[in-house]
């Protein structure tokens, strides 16, 4: 029986070589700023949607915050494969 050997990397990882310029470096700080304005937006939304009883606007709130949060994780994620 002949030996196999599966790559399991995940293609983001493969495709991507380590950044070393400028702007990939600049692209990957402009990701962060902008997840962390969704974070902000989300929480305002959630407060002013609590602050007159509009749950529908605060649970977009929510749901922004979190969108904004697991992007600024898969964020994360990348710079540790790098």
Same mark, same amino acid.
């Given at each position: ?34 997840? $962390? &304005? ?5 929480? +305002?939304? #959630?407060? !002013?949607?609590? =602050? ?12 922004? $915050? &979190? ?5 600024? +994780?898969? #964020?994360? !994620?990348?710079? =540790?494969?790098?």
């Amino acid at each position: 029986m002949a030996n196999v050997t599966l790559d399991v990397t995940p293609s983001f990882c493969r495709d991507r070589a380590r950044p070393n310029t400028r702007s990939e470096y600049a692209v990957s700080k402009k990701d962060k700023a902008k997840n $962390q &304005s969704q974070i902000a937006k989300g929480k +305002a939304k #959630e407060v !002013v949607g609590h =602050a007159v009883g509009d749950e529908e606007l605060e649970s977009e709130g929510k749901m922004d $915050q &979190s969108k904004g949060n697991i992007k600024q +994780a898969v #964020e994360h !994620v990348k710079d =540790a494969l790098q």
